[in-house]
């Protein structure tokens, strides 16, 4: 599988996946961004993605195979 992630044209956090055939539709993963994201896989099924928030602190989302984290 392929993920990209993207700041949004609302600010907000966008994922967008390629399931090996197909890519699937955008997902809003929320927030309001100050910079671009990135992101890093260290094992099947787990992404972690990170962000500038509105207050200059890094933000953290995770994907455990099933559900993304709150920020």
Not at 20 to 28: F, T
Not at 30 to 53: H, K, M, Y
């Given at each position: ?52 928030g ?18």
């Amino acid at each position: 599988q392929l993920s990209v992630f993207v700041r949004g044209t609302d600010n907000g956090l966008w994922h967008r996946q390629w399931n090996g055939a197909q890519w699937l539709d955008w997902q809003s993963l929320g927030g309001v961004i100050t910079s671009a994201p990135s992101a890093a896989a260290w094992e099947e099924q787990r992404l972690d993605v990170f962000a500038r928030g509105t207050d200059n602190a890094l933000w953290h989302r995770s994907f455990n195979g099933n559900s993304w984290t709150d920020w």
